[in-house]
């Protein structure tokens, strides 16, 4: 649900959304709705803040966030009613939301302890969906989802280990980000396996999504699993981008409705430009069962179990046989899993190599509320087919709407990428969405390119493989002049001469990770280098020049304004 700019004041929008939960009247989205007054009171806090001058990037923008995750003076129950505790600070990762301006609603209802992909596991009542009140909402992450999905929140905080954040994106159509493990950090979540554990984020629109994630993600000193982005960092996707989807019979889980859908989302992505081929994925989807039939289980157990052994009166059966069943692995089983583990992602990094992404659909099929209740256990496995091996072998995945189905219901897809290639998956699903992709990694080094390193030039794939992402067009100061040299293949030289001796040429910025640059800068070929310079508006920056000896007799072209315009004389 887009939100109308001339309502969007900090105030404004919490009136419109606690209307909006009058009219959907959706009790079970949440455990503890916060008081109307109270969150107005914050609203205007956030409108005292913009008027002290201060830059809020989201400001006003409301916040549903799951109910294992801490926000100071709101209890966490993990939806167990039991289990509450009333925490004395917000987790970390929230904490930097509404420092940039967000406002947090409530907390959200979700399966219990977040054990399951169908949102019908709780005290406080089944999720439903927003859009069909007899089909599941998704889980574990039910209510932060339904909450973004009826235009109640602007962004909902889930957590994901085995598909939790992903799934009820996919029967939303909404974008759910699931981005590398321990780059947002999980200070203040309650685990449910501790070393695959992810907090997602939830959104209408892409450019939403990656904003909220971008200013959650930083380390964290009080989570050790925290992580920042390496050195070698890629900042985007390829211009004509290889992607990996699976043969027939790897989909043979999906619905005849959801293999329809994605057979036209593949076609969809090739008209877009970029190019497929079928990958044999039977290894990953292998890897995935070790999440609840390997020993790996025993992390829930370790999460929950000996509060569940206590056998309190709000669990959930479903979930206290899960986590009490995952007691009994023993140690050398959980060593083989692990090996079995390291093994998988070791095939996973080759499968994938020279591939921007795996395009999966999210899940298997959108089933009944009563289905559910029928077999509990059944589709639930099943609905994870395609999402659990993801956090076990280390990959991030963006969940983003694909071709709705026959009956024009919301059919979704996962982009699939090895660890910290987070900003090539949400390249590729603005790609899908034929909307400009927003930036999430912004770490790097700009470079200014002059010459064979532009776009629709020949060197520009050495920037391309290395992960760089275009930036802008710019132009420097008057104080270079250009020149053609005799190099293959031709290229030109931007020489300094000082101001007011040359005129502005038109150059491009890329933005590249500094291991990139480095890479970069050590195949340079003479009389090539980079140095410093000066823009026409003020600012420096790194980029090409050449020796001064290397355009002796070289024809200037500086009053061309630019390599291109030289080219297309």
């Excluded at 396996?193 to 971008?214: I, K, N, Q």
């Excluded at 859908?261 to 292998?286: H, K, N, P, R, Y």
């Excluded at 479903?318 to 995952?326: M, R």
């Excluded at 280390?394 to 024009?408: L, Q």
């Amino acid at each position: 649900m887009t939100i109308a700019a001339e309502v969007f004041t900090p105030t404004a929008r919490v009136e419109q959304a606690f209307q909006r939960i009058e009219e959907v009247d959706r009790p079970e989205v949440w455990i503890t709705l916060r008081r109307k007054e109270d969150v107005l009171a914050d609203a205007a806090s956030v409108e005292a803040r913009i008027a002290a001058g201060e830059h809020l990037p989201l400001a006003g923008r409301l916040v549903a966030v799951k109910d294992n995750v801490d926000v100071a003076g709101l209890p966490t129950t993990a939806a167990c009613p039991e289990f509450a505790y009333s925490p004395d600070e917000t987790a970390s990762a929230v904490a930097r939301l509404i420092e940039h301006g967000a406002v947090v609603l409530g907390k959200t209802n979700l399966d219990q302890f977040a054990t399951g992909l169908v949102g019908t596991r709780s005290p406080y009542g089944a999720v439903r969906c927003a859009w069909d009140e007899e089909l599941i909402s998704g889980g574990s992450s039910s209510g932060s989802a339904v909450a973004v999905a009826l235009g109640i929140a602007d962004i909902g905080i889930g957590t994901d280990t085995a598909g939790s954040g992903r799934v009820p994106a996919a029967f939303h159509g909404i974008y759910g980000l699931k981005l590398s493990l321990g780059v947002i950090p999980a200070h203040g979540v309650v685990p449910a396996c501790v070393d695959y554990d992810a907090l997602t984020v939830f959104a209408d629109d892409l450019e939403s999504a990656t904003a909220a994630a971008a200013i959650m993600i930083g380390h964290e000193p009080r989570d050790p699993r925290s992580r920042v982005w390496p050195s070698d960092v890629r900042l985007a996707a390829a211009p004509n981008p290889r992607v990996g989807v699976p043969r027939i019979e790897d989909l043979a889980q999906l619905s005849p409705s959801y293999t329809a859908a994605f057979q036209d989302t593949v076609t969809a992505l090739v008209a877009g430009g970029a190019e497929t081929e079928t990958v044999d994925i039977s290894g990953l989807l292998g890897a995935a069962r070790l999440l609840y039939d390997g020993a790996v289980v025993a992390q829930r157990y370790a999460a929950a179990g000996e509060f569940l052994e206590t056998r309190p009166a709000g669990a959930d059966p479903a979930v206290s046989d899960i986590v009490l069943g995952a007691k009994h692995p023993t140690g050398y089983q959980l060593v083989d899993d692990l090996d079995a583990l390291t093994r998988a992602k070791a095939a996973a990094r080759e499968l994938l190599a020279g591939f921007d992404a795996l395009l999966l659909p999210t899940t298997t099929e959108h089933p009944t509320i009563a289905a559910v209740t029928e077999d509990p256990f059944g589709i639930n496995r099943r609905m994870g087919t395609f999402t659990n091996f993801c956090n076990l072998l280390d990959m991030a995945a963006v969940a983003a709407p694909g071709h709705r189905t026959a009956e024009d219901h919301p059919f979704g897809v996962m982009f699939v990428v090895p660890a910290f290639d987070d900003q090539i998956a949400i390249d590729l699903a603005a790609r899908l969405g034929g909307a400009p992709s927003p930036t999430l990694v912004d770490t790097g080094i700009d470079l200014a390119v002059f010459g064979a390193h532009l776009r629709g030039q020949p060197l520009n794939t050495q920037l391309v493989d290395l992960g760089a992402r275009y930036v802008e067009t710019v132009t420097t100061s008057d104080a270079y002049r250009l020149f053609a040299l005799d190099t293959t293949p031709p290229k030109p030289g931007l020489v300094r001469r000082g101001p007011g001796l040359g005129a502005p040429v038109v150059g491009e910025i890329f933005r590249i990770s500094p291991a990139g640059l480095g890479t970069f800068l050590a195949a340079l070929p003479a009389p090539m280098a980079l140095t410093s310079v000066e823009l026409s508006d003020g600012r420096t920056t790194v980029g090409f020049s050449c020796t001064h000896d290397a355009v002796n007799g070289a024809a200037d072209i500086t009053d061309y304004g630019g390599w291109a315009a030289y080219l297309s004389r």
